[in-house]
């Protein structure tokens, strides 16, 4: 359980000391006032990763060198700090240079927001950053060979950029892509196989109808991966980038059996993707034995009325949950789930 979370020049908080509910929090406020910056930066502390930014420098406050986060929980204090673009973690006082070392006890997280109807009706890149998100948590090998592949992938493409470029180098960055790739795609397809049965659930639970949802991974490449991308290094070059890859990965979404971002309605598209989020606290309490973290961003004003109650039944009871929004209407005469914390100005009240 989080209990303790403080806070130096992060977004609109140039300090903040704020003792966390067991149970998690109602974050309530108007909006620019500070509520999703607040799980925000519980996310990075857990995940040392951002929902919002895929930078360090967005979460500086204005005008400052860099920003502080230290979160307590029932096991141990993580600590992070960002300042002159150098990333400093420790974990009960010690520092810690290994990433997964500094991860390795950390709860399981799930974010969930508005904009997360895009996991349906948006592009492939919606869809990888989801898998990504919940795969690095899921599998230790996940993180690792995305991070390596990531690294392989940049510095390709730099060199697709560059004059002097020979076909040796190039085949080398595809042979640490292709090595680090192909567990990704391995990992990935893995990873829905094991989801499908959660959102299957979930889906009928929240949409009160038992319509048929599938998933299938939609590859960028068949055959062996190292053979397609040096197969592509004469259209790379035209492009300056490499075209083949994980990096292109997608996976189909299908309700009763047709494209559920081509035929279904909003309502059915919202009910699926708060499915797809909702699934990942099943798998991961299911893979770790640990009841997941959840953030809920500003959904539940969006919802209709029977979703948003089936929404409040399927949220785990052993948990903590924090949820922002900006009013309460939105309960009728439901009771107040979890203890309500005013944010005004980057200022708990």
């Not at 977004?11 to 620019?32: F, K, M, V």
């Not at 492939?124 to 899921?138: C, H, I, M, N, V």
Request: aromatic share 6%; net charge neutral; hydrophobic share 40%.
């Amino acid at each position: 359980m989080l209990s303790a979370l403080r806070l130096l020049n992060f977004r609109c908080y140039p300090a903040l000391r704020w003792e966390i509910p067991p149970e998690g929090a109602i974050l309530l406020g108007d909006n620019a006032q500070g509520k999703t910056s607040l799980m925000e930066a519980m996310c990075l502390a857990l995940t040392l990763h951002s929902p919002r930014a895929t930078r360090m420098e967005p979460l500086v406050s204005h005008g400052c060198s860099g920003f502080g986060v230290s979160l307590d929980t029932d096991l141990s204090t993580r600590r992070m700090s960002w300042e002159s673009r150098k990333l400093s973690l420790h974990v009960d006082g010690l520092p810690c240079r290994d990433y997964s070392v500094y991860l390795a006890d950390a709860p399981p997280v799930v974010w969930l927001s508005n904009g997360d109807i895009s996991l349906v009706s948006g592009g492939a890149e919606e869809r990888r950053k989801y898998l990504d998100f919940l795969g690095s948590q899921w599998h230790p090998h996940y993180r690792a060979s995305l991070q390596a592949y990531r690294k392989a992938l940049k510095a390709r493409n730099m060199l697709l950029r560059n004059p002097r470029r020979s076909k040796e180098a190039l085949h080398s960055y595809a042979m640490v892509m292709a090595q680090h790739g192909e567990i990704l795609i391995h990992l990935r397809s893995q990873l829905l196989q094991l989801l499908q049965p959660h959102i299957t659930q979930l889906h009928t639970q929240i949409s009160g109808k038992a319509e048929q949802v599938d998933m299938a991974y939609a590859p960028a490449t068949t055959g062996e991966l190292l053979c397609a991308i040096d197969a592509a290094t004469e259209a790379d070059e035209k492009s300056g980038c490499t075209t083949v890859g994980p990096h292109r990965d997608d996976f189909q979404l299908l309700i009763s059996g047709v494209s559920a971002a081509t035929f279904a309605s909003e309502g059915q598209q919202r009910t699926l993707s708060t499915a797809l989020l909702l699934a990942q606290s099943g798998l991961l309490r299911e893979e770790t034995g640990a009841p997941p973290v959840l953030f809920i961003d500003d959904i539940f004003g969006e919802l209709d009325p029977s979703r948003r109650q089936a929404l409040l039944n399927a949220l785990p009871e052993d948990g903590q949950t924090f949820i922002t929004t900006t009013h309460l209407t939105w309960l009728n005469d439901t009771a107040i789930p979890l203890p309500v914390q005013k944010i005004r100005a980057g200022r708990i009240q």
